[in-house]
């Protein structure tokens, strides 16, 4: 099994750290650039993490702002660290760049929380499930079938190397109870998603709640993922059919937080969720 990690999510840690030592040095990107004889954009996309640094260039911003010791060598690794691969970038080719971004920041994540209003979260399908709805979903948006296949093996690894991993990611999932009965292939592999579910609950770091059919929802909103990190800012990701974006913005994500928890407030308590679940299991065997 793939360990978990995130180069991405290093990557944006060390232009965070090599923005906060220039900041504290009260200099300016053109500074930098003027002294390392670099342009401006160069440093801007080292902070940025749009560009992973050479390992000459995190030696050459040290040498400027003055840093050795353990903090040089652990910029260093953490550079190194940072131009490793994850598993998810052989379908770098197939799937959104916002995506792949997601994919990484899950990897380095210590907790998910997941609204969704229309279909299963993806961390919490079977593969049958997977199957239908992105069959579906290529219909619609006119897929090549290779990036449909690749999209359905992403799901389940992601499953296998976040859930089942031994540091396993806690995932909270809201979703409202329309998803259990919203038809994805015929009753069998809905009937096998329920079961799936219920399962799958019982892991001590997942928790499923579910937003009954007559309680309006608190919030107006489609499916976001709000990402907490142990050292890292949290993210808020919005899905929507060719990809996504992140909110970064410390007010808005507190925003998407609050949201979650009135979603937290008016949803069914985890007993409850599952009772209805496995209640919903007898629809299906029709």
């Not at 979260?121 to 049958?128: H, I, M, V």
């Not at 937080?257 to 069914?268: C, D, K, Q």
């Amino acid at each position: 099994m793939p360990e978990r990690g995130s180069p991405a999510l290093r990557r944006r840690r060390l232009g965070m750290e090599l923005r906060r030592l220039r900041e504290g040095l009260n200099m300016t990107g053109d500074e930098v650039s003027d002294r390392l004889g670099w342009s401006t954009a160069k440093v801007s996309r080292i902070e940025t993490a749009k560009t992973l640094a050479k390992e000459e260039d995190v030696e050459a911003l040290c040498g400027l702002y003055g840093v050795d010791g353990h903090l040089r060598e652990a910029l260093v690794a953490l550079r190194h660290d940072a131009a490793r691969k994850g598993w998810w970038e052989r379908y770098r080719s197939s799937v959104p760049e916002d995506y792949i971004t997601l994919i990484g920041m899950e990897a380095e994540a210590t907790m998910t929380r997941d609204w969704e209003p229309q279909v299963v979260p993806g961390l919490l399908q079977t593969k049958e499930y997977a199957r239908e709805l992105l069959a579906a979903g290529q219909h619609a948006s006119q897929l090549p079938s290779s990036w449909f296949q690749d999209r359905a093996e992403i799901r389940m690894m992601r499953q296998h190397t976040l859930l089942h991993a031994p540091r396993p990611l806690t995932h909270i999932s809201v979703f409202h109870e329309s998803v259990l009965k919203n038809q994805y292939g015929d009753a069998r592999v809905m009937r096998d998603q329920l079961l799936h579910l219920i399962e799958i609950s019982r892991l001590p770091h997942v928790e499923i709640r579910i937003l009954p059919q007559d309680v309006p929802p608190p919030v107006s909103t489609g499916t976001f993922v709000h990402l907490t990190f142990s050292d890292f800012p949290d993210v808020v990701y919005l899905e929507s059919l060719f990809g996504g974006r992140f909110i970064e913005d410390a007010e808005m994500v507190y925003g998407y937080e609050r949201a979650f928890g009135h979603l937290m407030e008016r949803a069914l308590d985890e007993t409850a969720s599952q009772e209805l679940m496995r209640n919903t299991t007898e629809y299906w065997k029709r």
